[in-house]
């Protein structure tokens, strides 16, 4: 048996790792519509993480309850179709969980 996975163009982790979060965005915030969206489970939301976010003025940022249960995809396409319609394709996407 094997295994056949899509990788991410990056992977950080360890200590101080998030720091890194705005050097690795600034290259890719020249394309698109140049902002970024950021969906972030809502336990982040006024504790520390959401202030080191490194989310500019035009960004958007989103915080999600996933206390009960995880998005579903009709939720998720339903907040693409809104993001798409207010701004156009956005640079990218960046994805934070609560684990």
């Known amino acids: 048996m094997y ?3 899509k990788n991410i163009d990056k992977i950080v982790f360890g ?7 705005e050097d690795i965005l600034k290259p890719k915030r020249v394309e698109n519509n140049k902002y970024f969206v950021f969906v972030v489970d809502d336990f982040f939301d006024g504790k520390e993480l959401s202030n080191k976010l490194p989310a500019y003025e035009e ?7 996933a206390s009960h249960e995880e998005p579903k995809t009709g939720q ?3 907040l693409r179709d809104e993001i798409l319609a207010s701004k156009g394709l956005p640079s990218g996407i960046v994805g934070i969980g609560g684990g």
């Open 3 to 5: 295994k056949n996975i």
């Open 15 to 21: 200590t101080g790792s998030f720091n890194q979060l």
């Open 59 to 65: 960004d958007l940022v989103f915080f999600i309850d």
């Open 76 to 78: 998720i396409d339903h």
